[in-house]
């Protein structure tokens, strides 16, 4: 609600009004004051300032329309709800200023701009998660004098907008960028102070301006490197010994005044023309600062010393080695990020050791035409390749540290590969080598893939290959799903070890063919399942599983609620209450093959008597009746003296296989009998042509027969299949002389 001054004062005498947030002053001097800060920026047209009266905390964007200064004058605006902060619209000339604080308390940005817009920040403080965001190339954010930014990230990847840094403090906690969006050059430096080396991009003019080690402190936070213009850089290193310091213009000068023992360490980036050339044992610390030389290899040794390289950054070139210590010498790199084409080169036996709080960004580790040794004993290595040449040359040896690439080679004795995730500038790291001692620290692994171990199942699965074998290393009971990737083909192999939970356990995902072998799977809440079958996945569970339920109400051991998934249980012992929903998948398919063992109460979760045609029996045992739902060519027995399975289907490849085969005469003995005397041979004879050798089916000596009923005995042909069949029971052996394609039952 508007006021005028008049009416602001009756107010204040009468206590009629709320106190004002926001004022706003007009070109002129006159002032209104306004109870939101929203309510104070709508009022305004053009070229007035908005002086915050007060700290507020917003729960919902603050949309600016017009040329505006807002001036904190001190005090704090901050963002508590997730959206982006301070929205200002197109075509603007906005400025924030006044020695106050706009701060964000969730992943969002500060600041936004649309299309033709630049907002000037000048003596305030910016704190939150993303500083900057536009969506159009001619949006602006300049960072001028006296500005503190405290930032996870100064700009979005997503920004197609520019972001120029004149003055300032800009502090960029994990990174210069959010995200992993297209735009590369839109950061923009000719000044300020950073408490990172802003040459780790390529937004810094280095035509025109240097970065030089500095030690200022604003806000709390350190900054420790300054964009200026190069002309007012004039040393470039300092050589210490025995508490004596000299600067020099260039770091190679400093380095050909030292004879051994020194520390040499930078005042500025070096974008040198040739490469370095260490020649007596020393420490080169980078202070935070860049060496970048890009035509050959980068920093050399001479032979025999020992070098230290340490806190900052090595830009190597893109077609040589980024360090080449010479024949018996050895250099340590530590918290340092190096880059090229190649880590390391030696002609000789030179070493490189990787040390902790490194980190690597090459394609290739060692080139194969020398003989360099790496170790690798920390910090966090982004590669291609292990070598940049067929021919073996460099010799690796990995005692610690994080890998975006995995490799077997040279792996130290133990130590072992770890899925550990974590990210460092934007590169994610996959694999760590750890001690057996640091495998036991965590809990132990729940699987491996070769070499590699996984503290969790679900970044096994999410990490294996075609062709590859998850092994299972412990009894798992999990409390999400284990999902397979899309399009993958692999073993799970449970190790003889458990995986059970409360949950549909295991989904296979689209077009994803997966193997399971060796081991338990238990299903522990009711209505849910082992596996959940999605489009086009297949499921091969094998005779070494055992899959089961251990809750009394309806537990299925597949649920296949997508079209075209195919499940085959071959030989696999089932245990649960149902063998499967069926969801809304009629084109879906289960096959029971082998000597698959089923114990479920049911089929279908539902109760369904009937399976539909889609069920495939050509094998198995069951403790339920399977004859209605087994296909043509499959004979299915009674099987003496097996608990609790009474019923098993016998493939008619497999009768073949067993030597058991059919003549096709053409003239059938006539064969009479009837199905109501117990006693002698019991022979059920069917009209038609029949064969004339009498084949043995099944010894079924162990069944015992009630005398004076005939119910135990019966044989029941297809009546959808033509031909005849003769079957004869005598003395505890099936016989039948039958035409091929005949389905006998006996039940």
């Known amino acids: 609600m508007k006021k005028t001054l008049l009416a602001a004062a009756l107010a204040f005498c009468v206590g009629a009004w709320a106190a004002d947030t926001a004022r ?20 305004c047209t053009g070229g007035e300032t908005v002086t ?13 329309n017009a040329d505006v200064a807002l001036d904190l004058d001190g005090h704090t605006i901050t963002m508590t709800a997730f959206a982006d902060f301070l929205g200002f619209s197109s075509n603007l000339t906005a400025t924030i200023c006044g020695g106050g604080t706009v701060e964000v308390r969730t992943a969002r940005s500060l600041i936004t701009v649309k299309k033709g817009t630049t907002v000037n920040v000048t003596n305030c403080t910016l704190k939150g998660y993303c500083m900057f965001y536009g969506d159009n190339n001619t949006g602006k954010l300049n960072v001028m004098a006296d500005t503190v930014a405290l930032v996870d990230y100064p700009i979005s990847s997503y920004s197609a907008a520019v972001l120029n840094v004149h003055a300032g403090h800009v502090a960029s ?19 300020g102070c950073f408490t990172r080396d802003p040459s780790f991009t390529e937004m810094l003019d280095e035509s025109a301006y240097g970065v030089m080690g500095v030690s200022e402190t604003q806000g709390g936070t ?14 470039r290193a300092r050589v210490t010994k025995n508490g004596t310091s000299t600067d020099y213009d260039s770091i190679q000068t400093a380095l050909a005044a030292c004879t051994g023992g020194e520390t040499v360490t930078m005042l500025a980036s070096e974008h040198c023309a040739s490469y370095i050339q260490i020649k007596k044992s020393i420490v080169l610390d980078l202070a935070t600062l860049t060496i ?30 980024t360090f080449a210590p010479a024949q018996g010498s050895v250099m340590n790199v530590t918290n340092c990020t190096a880059t090229g084409n190649c880590l390391v080169w030696s002609s000789g036996t030179g070493k490189l050791n990787i040390l902790p709080d490194s980190f690597v960004n090459v394609k290739y580790l060692g080139s194969g035409n020398g003989n360099a040794s790496l170790e690798v004993r920390g910090g966090h290595i982004n590669y291609t390749s292990l070598r940049d040449k067929n021919a073996v040359g460099t010799t690796f040896q990995f005692f610690g540290g994080q890998f975006n690439k995995l490799s077997t080679e040279s792996l130290a004795e133990g130590y072992r590969y770890v899925f550990s995730y974590t990210s460092k500038d934007n590169i994610q790291f996959y694999y760590r080598v750890m001690s057996g001692e640091e495998v036991a620290a965590l809990g132990g692994l729940e699987a491996e893939i070769g070499v590699v171990g996984f503290r969790y199942i679900k970044d096994a699965l999410q990490q294996v290959k075609t062709g590859e074998t998850i092994d299972m290393v412990k009894d798992v009971a999990t409390s999400i799903q284990q999902v397979s990737k899309v399009d993958s083909n692999f073993t799970f192999d449970l190790g003889g070890h458990c995986l059970s939970g409360g949950l549909d356990i295991f989904r296979i995902y689209t077009n994803s063919t997966v193997r399971i072998r060796n081991g338990k799977i238990r299903e522990t809440v009711h209505y849910k ?31 296949i609620p997508s079209d075209n998934a195919h499940v085959v249980f071959d030989g696999a012992q089932i245990a649960t209450t149902a063998l499967y929903s069926w969801g809304t998948a009629p084109q879906s398919t289960i096959e029971i093959t082998g000597d698959s063992v089923m114990t479920c109460s049911s089929f279908q979760i539902t109760g369904s008597a009937k399976l539909p045609p889609n069920v495939v029996a050509t094998g198995g045992s069951f403790a339920i009746n399977p004859t209605s739902y087994v296909t043509n060519n499959h004979v299915v027995l009674y099987r003496a003296n097996a608990s609790p399975c009474k019923w098993q289907v016998k493939p008619w490849a497999a009768i073949c296989t067993d030597g058991w085969s059919f003549d096709f005469a053409d003239e059938a003995p006539t064969v009479t009998g009837t199905c ?12 038609g042509a029949v064969p004339t050798r009498k084949t043995l089916l099944a010894d079924l000596s162990g069944l015992t027969l009630n005398s004076g009923t005939y119910a135990d005995l019966s044989f029941v042909k297809d009546a959808a299949l033509p031909g005849a069949v003769q079957v004869s029971y005598e003395s505890g052996r099936l016989y039948a002389w039958e035409a091929k394609g005949t389905l006998i039952v006996f039940q």
């Open 52 to 64: 915050m009266l007060t700290d507020a905390t917003l729960t919902s964007q603050v949309k600016i």
């Open 676 to 687: 109501d005397t117990p006693s002698g041979p019991i022979t059920v004879s069917l009209v």
């Open 173 to 191: 906690m994990r990174g210069w960028r959010e995200g992993t969006g297209s735009f590369t050059s839109n950061i923009k430096i000719t000044g």
């Open 24 to 43: 706003v002053t007009v070109p002129g001097g006159a002032t209104t004051g306004y109870a939101s800060l929203q309510a104070a920026l709508n009022a």
């Open 222 to 235: 350190t900054f420790t490197c300054k964009v200026v213009p190069k002309g007012e850089i004039t040393n």
């Open 292 to 321: 970048r030389h890009l035509t050959s290899n980068s920093i050399r040794s001479d032979s025999g010393t020992i070098v230290t390289i340490q806190n900052g950054r090595v830009v190597g070139a893109t077609s040589q080695s």
């Open 529 to 559: 399942s082992c596996f959940l079958m999605d489009k086009g996945a297949t499921l091969i569970v094998e005779s070494t599983v055992r899959l089961e339920g251990s809750s009394g109400n309806t537990t299925c051991c597949v649920y």
